[in-house]
């Protein structure tokens, strides 16, 4: 519930409304879980922007992490990683690499 919390208060202070959180139940084992199919779709929809996650570990294991990532790339959102693996100067970095939040405002 606190990172639930955090990603919308993220997404509040970036003018970005939170539409849904996709949560894998139990082990990922598989690229297409029920979970990340669900987000696809949700991609798909008019008016969504991008994805926020609080950090790429949240694609996955590495084994299905950069086929999820290939995937959305290949969508027209973006996908916005709160925290970078090694942290720089602040705690938020953006990765524009192509959406699940929404622009306040509607465009």
Known sequence: MALAASLAEYCRQHELTLCGLFTERGAVTEVRSPAFVGLLDVLELPDTYGVVMPA???????????????????????????????????????????????QKGGA
Do not use: M, Y
């Open 56 to 102: 790429r570990t949240h694609l996955g294991p590495k084994r299905c992490a950069a086929e999820r990532e290939r995937q959305l790339a290949q969508t027209s959102a973006r996908l916005i990683v709160v925290r970078s693996a090694k942290p720089s100067r602040g705690d938020l970095r953006l990765v524009d690499t192509g959406p699940v939040a929404r």
